[in-house]
């Protein structure tokens, strides 16, 4: 099969809960509610006659997002009526922004391996949440708690050409939600909900193919199967000359593979128009200025400068600055050992090892930055080794006692002192005759032999430069 000649295009649509803490368009609350329908009332319930009053914390969220990804904002935007029918939706319509969204064009830059490339967001635009049903057997459940939660639905630009992208794209967008604090960025319990579109056309081609739209996929590593298995599945499809048929599908992930939920013929026409109970949005740029001087530094900005400032390699950069905490976690480790690249080591390898084992997060480690940092300064000052850094690491991890007090109480400063280290060294080549011999006679591979005895001897706390330099001196006599 010719999966080369061919070229998919994605684009993402990725709905995001804003963290306000009272509903988009009543003063309901977005807290996790105990009981079904407790957080409700006639507005968020759809009585007729309540009328929705707009969550001025909802915009400044909404346009806070828009300018982390780098959208125009629209001074003037409108709010419209979706209509469709569903048991959750009691109003019969959903609130959302359609033509005049209050986020236009913008972009984000993701990376694939070491290779930068941008990505176009189309719009941006508010929308209030439909509730949840439960189907149970042959009857539903309705729960209107998420019933009017504020969402913003990112629209990316067709640009994306690979399912990795896809995962890379969506995964920028995580981190910046989590940067700006707009979003929990919780996937599985719907807070970041993505829908991928892909078609394939073949290389070379303008037309773009039909699309099919994948819904709801509640992890990156997901969506990356679910666009791989759907443009191998619309590769075949071509190569055997059947038709692609627009539609949306849903992805089984204990399956690894996609199966049409609804046909275009089945889709809905919205029918748009504005709501009458709802005034025009007007953002100005008083209000622009201000949201923009809360943004903190973006994962991008920060990965280049974590680059040209402690001149670390990109991936290292990358990886560290994909979520803040762990960013200031780095930056609180670099500001006490003054190592760059060792402190990146030590949080990339071991820490996030830990953490990872442990299922923790950063902000639960009980190593402090600063106690790290103070590890790092230990082994630079030649008072323990690498190797016996990695016992006292883990000791405080378990603990989060400081480096310091775990060197004295366990004794495990390194042993600098010549005297002794000799003593230990002629010990060694006294109990070995036979090695000292083949090496003496050209076997120099026996070197790395004797340094394991004296370090076995010293118990792993002989400097190993020392070591070295006298074992030379001892073997070459
Ligand atoms: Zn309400």
């Known amino acids: 099969m010719a999966y080369t000649d061919y070229e998919p295009v994605i684009g993402l649509e990725i709905h995001v809960q804003l963290l306000t803490k009272t509903k988009i368009f009543c003063s309901c609350s977005t807290e996790f509610a105990g009981g079904d329908n407790e957080n409700t009332c006639p507005v968020c319930i759809g009585l007729p006659g309540a009328l929705p009053v707009l969550n001025a914390n909802a915009v400044e969220l909404g346009v806070k997002t828009g300018l982390a990804l780098n959208c125009k904002i629209n001074p003037l935007s409108v709010f419209a009526r979706k209509n469709y029918f569903y048991p959750d939706l009691p109003k019969g319509y959903q609130i959302s922004q359609y033509e005049e969204p209050v986020c236009g064009k913008g972009f984000i830059d993701i990376y694939i391996g070491e290779t930068k490339k941008r990505i176009g967001i189309t719009r941006a635009h508010l929308e209030e949440d439909a509730g949840k049903s439960s189907h ?3 009857y539903t459940l309705v729960n209107l708690n998420r019933s009017s939660v504020p969402l913003l639905e990112i629209v990316s630009e067709p640009d994306i050409r690979s399912a990795e992208e896809a995962a890379a794209y969506a995964r920028a967008v995580h981190s910046i939600l989590l940067y700006t604090e707009v979003c929990d960025g919780n996937l599985e319990e719907g807070s970041m909900r993505c829908d991928c579109n892909v078609s394939v056309r073949k290389k070379g081609a303008e037309k773009f193919g039909t699309k099919v739209e994948l819904k709801n996929i509640n992890s990156f590593r997901f969506i990356e199967k679910a666009v791989i298995y759907e443009i191998e599945r619309q590769i075949d499809c071509l190569e055997t000359g059947e038709k692609i048929i627009q539609e949306t599908r849903l992805y089984d992930a204990d399956k690894n593979r996609t199966y049409s939920m609804r046909t275009k013929e089945e889709a809905h026409d919205y029918r748009y128009f504005p709501d009458p109970d709802l005034l025009q949005l007007h953002v100005t740029d008083a209000q622009v200025a201000k949201i923009k001087s809360t943004l903190p530094e973006l994962p991008m900005a920060r990965a280049e400068r974590f680059q040209s400032e402690y001149k670390l390699p990109s991936y290292d950069a990358f990886v560290l600055t994909q979520s803040r905490t762990l960013a200031e976690y780095y930056e609180g480790v670099v500001k006490v050992c003054q190592n760059p690249k060792s ?43 690498g190797k016996i850094a990695k016992e006292v690491f883990a000791e405080m991890f378990k603990t989060g006692k400081t480096p310091e007090a775990i060197v004295k109480e366990k004794g495990l400063v390194q042993i600098s002192d010549e005297g002794s280290l000799r003593t230990a060294i002629a010990e060694v080549i006294k109990q070995n005759p036979g090695q000292v011999e083949q090496y003496k006679s050209g076997k120099d591979k026996l070197f790395g032999f004797f340094v394991g005895q004296a370090m076995k001897v010293t118990k792993g706390q002989g400097n190993p430069e020392l070591i070295n330099k006298i074992l030379k001196e001892e073997l070459s006599k």
């Open 343 to 385: 402190a990146s080591n030590w949080v990339m390898v071991e820490l996030l090892r830990e953490l990872n084992e442990a299922k923790l997060e950063v902000t639960e480690s009980k190593v402090e930055p600063a106690h790290l940092g103070g590890l790092v300064q230990l082994i630079d000052k030649g008072t323990i080794s």
């Open 136 to 138: 149970a057997g042959d």
